[in-house]
């Protein structure tokens, strides 16, 4: 009698073991009131927006979304700075002003920064080469760099314009030096802005009251320092700025009262795009000089995805699409998409969590 082959190994289907786990996570929901659907967020264009939803929407900014830099910012929890990586930082997260728990070894020392990154997808290795590359620009081996050696290491002007990233770690303009965790802070929450973020953070740099429009003063001020004479460019960006000042541009979209309000504003963006070529070269600045423009392409497109599955999820009372076959194949050789899976799910159940929430 012949010997039996071995069995065919199973494909593991990661949808049955997510579903699994996110019943388990809606248990412990039981006997709360029933969730009520999920309100709009305001009118500020987040990771968890879709763009095409921008030309529709007028901004309500909020007092804390990021502004002209300031010479000391106060601590934000939920700063504009943070809500553009907001859906990063959700799910089961350390403590943002406590310590890492060690996911990136003793690289990475607090859980805001470790929160961000885990978030995201960023391995050890990415982690490691970033840190590589800090230390190699930290030229008087001091542990930390500063900020003139940072703007060589993204090789960019040091203005107002650039310095608007440092927001993202509420560093103020007056500290000299970086550590490897607000560095870290900076560039990724950077490298990974869709572009209706890109143009919502030029927006907020220049908003100087916060009152959720520029006016003819901040207006200008933004479009003096969009252009720079670093760029190959120069001419076109400076034309295109002029055609948003002059009645070809700016009057066709702004009304009598000579504010322009965010949703105003994305239009601007989109009719002339050539206008924000600088923060567009600086985030691809920023790319090259950390993990390189394929590995954030990827990063960021694996946000977006996190981000349509939380949508889904919010419409379909918590299920989950099944597995496309392509995805069923990379299962197989890849965690990624379980991962980009649980990450939605614990996205979606902290979602239940709050709308649940007595207080």
């Not at 703007?151 to 103020?172: C, H, S, V, W, Y």
């Not at 590995?295 to 496309?324: C, D, F």
């Amino acid at each position: 009698m012949a010997p039996r082959g071995k069995p065919k190994a199973k494909v593991p289907d990661a949808s049955n073991d997510f579903s699994d786990a996110l019943n388990r996570e809606k248990l412990t929901l039981t006997g709360t009131k029933e969730a009520p659907p999920p309100q709009p967020r305001g009118n500020k264009v987040m990771p968890g927006i879709a763009a095409d939803d921008v030309d529709n929407k007028k901004s309500n900014k909020t007092s804390t979304a990021v502004g002209k830099m300031e010479s000391a910012p106060p601590k934000r929890s939920n700063s504009a700075g943070n809500k553009i990586q907001a859906d990063s930082n959700e799910g089961e997260a350390t403590d943002p002003e406590g310590e890492a728990k060690g996911i990136y070894d003793a690289l990475v020392h607090t859980g805001r920064c470790e929160d961000l990154c885990s978030g995201l997808g960023l391995t050890l290795s990415d982690i490691r080469k970033m840190k590589r590359k800090y230390a190699d620009n930290d030229m008087y081996h001091s542990g930390e760099i500063t900020q003139a050696e940072f703007f060589f290491m993204i090789n960019e002007e040091q203005r107002p314009l650039t310095m608007g990233i440092f927001k993202f770690a509420d560093i103020p303009a007056t500290q000299k030096f970086l550590s490897f965790d607000q560095y870290l802070l900076c560039v990724v929450n950077f490298a990974v802005l869709t572009k209706p973020e890109l143009y919502q953070f030029v927006f907020d740099l220049y908003d100087d009251d916060q009152s959720g429009a520029l006016d003819e003063r901040e207006f200008t001020q933004m479009s003096l320092e969009l252009q720079s004479k670093q760029f190959h460019f120069t001419a076109n960006v400076a034309t295109a700025v002029k055609m948003l000042e002059g009645k070809e541009g700016r009057a066709a979209f702004v009304p009598d009262d000579r504010l322009v309000d965010l949703g105003e504003f994305m239009k601007f963006a989109k009719n002339f795009p050539v206008a924000f070529y600088p923060i567009m070269n600086m985030q691809k600045n920023v790319r090259a000089a950390t993990l390189g423009e394929s590995r954030w392409s990827r990063v960021t497109a694996n946000k977006l995805k996190v981000q349509e599955l939380v949508s889904y999820m919010r419409r379909h009372h918590g299920a989950i699409p099944q597995l496309t076959f392509r995805e069923s194949v990379a299962n197989i050789f890849s965690s990624e998409t379980f991962q980009i899976r649980k990450r939605a799910g614990e996205l979606y159940a902290q979602g239940l969590r709050l709308n649940t929430d007595p207080d």
